[in-house]
């Protein structure tokens, strides 16, 4: 009993360190720094054993990229956070969108391999992974929703909050592509505020029509 419990410890460190390697090398180096082969010299093992507590390397850099998409998350929260009390609608979503621009100039690296990699062939993600991305969408769906006590999440707030998501992943991710240092930063922030603050400003004409009708 005891060298089972000693077995299932060594694997529960080995996949810890594996995991804080692989954010390692994706925030200092990118994706393409992760390779089996390296990782098992750093984490003084050998390349199968890796395998004995990941199926594959896809799925031990999906597991590494989630504690990326904490920290955005959290960067986001504290963004609405530092937010007066009853800020606006605008106001939140702006405040979204600029946490998340920065968090990825920061962190560019890390935020590549969490919107860029998919794993063999564009394979779908996970269920487990695609879940926990859907977490970004939520909180702008509740800041959509917060001033209409009334409404009722339903597909139409999804699909707002999806296609906004996405709209702002797009403008983030093409920036960082085309664009270099500050100039880099200050356009990709003028242009997601812009997006958002558009949106916004549709929503309430909405809302303000339906109020009426």
Same mark, same amino acid.
């Given at each position: 009993?005891?060298?089972?419990?000693?077995?299932?410890?060594?694997?529960?460190?080995?996949?810890? #360190? =594996?995991?804080? +390697?692989?954010?390692?090398?994706?925030?200092?180096?990118?994706?393409?720094?992760?390779? &089996?082969? @390296?990782? %098992?010299?750093?984490?003084?093992?050998?390349?199968?054993?890796?395998?004995?507590?990941?199926?594959?390397?896809?799925?031990?850099?999906?597991?590494?990229?989630?504690? #990326? =998409?904490?920290? +955005?998350?959290?960067?986001?929260?504290?963004?609405?956070?530092?937010?007066?009390?009853? &800020?606006? @609608?605008? %106001?939140?979503?702006?405040?979204?969108?600029?946490?998340?621009?920065?968090?990825?100039?920061?962190?560019?690296?890390?935020?590549?391999?969490?919107?860029?990699?998919?794993?063999?062939?564009?394979?779908?993600?996970?269920?487990?992974?695609?879940?926990?991305?859907?977490?970004?969408?939520?909180?702008?769906?509740?800041?959509i929703l917060a001033e209409e006590p009334n409404a009722a999440a339903g597909h139409e707030t999804s699909r707002l909050?999806?296609?906004?998501?996405?709209?702002?992943?797009?403008?983030?991710?093409?920036?960082?592509?085309?664009?270099?240092?500050?100039?880099?930063?200050?356009?990709?922030?003028?242009?997601?505020?812009?997006?958002?603050?558009?949106?916004?400003?549709?929503?309430?004409?909405?809302?303000?029509?339906?109020?009426?009708?």
């Open positions: 009993m005891a060298s089972v419990i000693h077995i299932k410890d060594r694997r529960t460190r080995l996949r810890e #360190t =594996l995991v804080q +390697l692989v954010q390692d090398l994706m925030a200092s180096e990118g994706l393409g720094a992760v390779q &089996a082969r @390296r990782l %098992a010299q750093l984490a003084g093992c050998s390349v199968g054993a890796i395998y004995n507590v990941f199926p594959d390397l896809n799925d031990l850099i999906l597991t590494a990229n989630v504690d #990326t =998409l904490d920290r +955005l998350l959290a960067q986001q929260r504290t963004a609405l956070e530092r937010l007066p009390p009853h &800020a606006t @609608r605008t %106001a939140q979503l702006v405040a979204l969108a600029l946490a998340t621009v920065n968090f990825a100039h920061d962190f560019e690296p890390a935020w590549r391999a969490l919107y860029d990699h998919r794993g063999g062939a564009q394979k779908p993600y996970p269920d487990w992974y695609a879940a926990l991305h859907v977490r970004p969408v939520t909180m702008i769906e509740r800041i909050a999806r296609g906004l998501w996405s709209a702002l992943l797009g403008i983030v991710v093409d920036g960082m592509d085309t664009r270099k240092d500050r100039q880099k930063r200050d356009e990709i922030e003028a242009q997601a505020s812009l997006l958002v603050t558009i949106a916004a400003q549709g929503l309430e004409a909405i809302l303000e029509m339906r109020r009426k009708g």
